[in-house]
């Protein structure tokens, strides 16, 4: 898929007019003021939720108005398994926008915030708020930018409690730690079902936490003999894992 990513808010069947879709607002600003969309080229339509359309543009309107012709209706991807999710904890400054931004260009289904013991950063309040705001919007653009046509989630910010739930209900979960006497490259992975990830803080993951989430079934496993910083190290254990379970064949 090489043709242009623009998200679509609603992308059914009964979106389109006479095979037809109307892209405006930011989305159709960004296609026909920034990228200069003309008829002719190529884009691919997307929710962001599975559903898209690949497309022929018509016609460029005024400043934010791009017709598109569908080509072959609305189709929708099948969601891939193993689903994998990672707990990122908190990193510094815009560390977390650049671990959720590789992330979602390998290919992980799903984000989950995570306010560590360790972490320096802490989301409170309105802060808060802006902050998770610049993951989703990160993720969304990552997926555009990556011709993803299922951007992946990112969800509400949790602590360990909520993150040992969440371990507990996967069928494979694992922290990266260096504490870990088995490889996450060596260990067997499930074919299908859910995999949960825990990546620490800069600071690394505090004994009570690692007995928390060993209570819950996710046991410690390390990567390689290098340290990789918080905002690394999902975006290699991901790789690792796609690669793995053959999503990546």
Do not use: N
């Not at 209706?73 to 671990?99: F, H, S, W, Y």
Request: hydrophobic residues 40%; proline residues 5%.
């Amino acid at each position: 898929m090489t043709a242009p990513v623009f998200v679509a808010d609603s992308l059914r069947p009964q979106d389109l007019t006479a095979g037809e879709y109307v892209l405006d607002g930011p989305e159709g600003r960004h296609a026909v003021s920034v990228k200069r969309l003309r008829a002719g080229e190529e884009v691919v339509l997307t929710d962001g939720h599975g559903r898209w359309a690949e497309g022929v543009v018509k016609a460029a309107e005024g400043k934010d108005r791009l017709v598109v012709t569908v080509v072959d209706g609305v189709r929708e991807e099948p969601v891939e398994q193993p689903r994998i999710t990672v707990v990122q904890a908190l990193p510094k400054g815009d560390r977390g926008e650049l671990a959720v931004e590789t992330m979602t260009e390998v290919g992980v289904d799903a984000i989950v915030p995570w306010a560590a013991s360790r972490c320096i950063t802490q989301w409170k309040g309105e802060r808060g708020l802006k902050a998770l705001g610049k993951w989703r919007a990160t993720a969304r653009e990552a997926g555009k930018q990556s011709r993803r046509v299922r951007f992946p989630d990112v969800a509400d910010a949790a602590t360990s409690k909520q993150v040992a739930s969440l371990l507990a209900e996967a069928d494979f979960a694992a922290v990266l730690h260096e504490s870990g006497e088995e490889p996450l490259s060596a260990v067997a992975l499930p074919d299908s079902g859910h995999i949960v990830l825990v990546v620490g803080p800069e600071g690394g993951v505090s004994p009570e936490e690692l007995a928390l989430f060993a209570e819950a079934g996710a046991g410690p496993y390390r990567l390689g003999r290098s340290v990789l910083r918080t905002s690394t190290a999902g975006t290699a254990a991901t790789a690792v894992l796609l690669a793995r379970t053959g999503r990546w064949s």
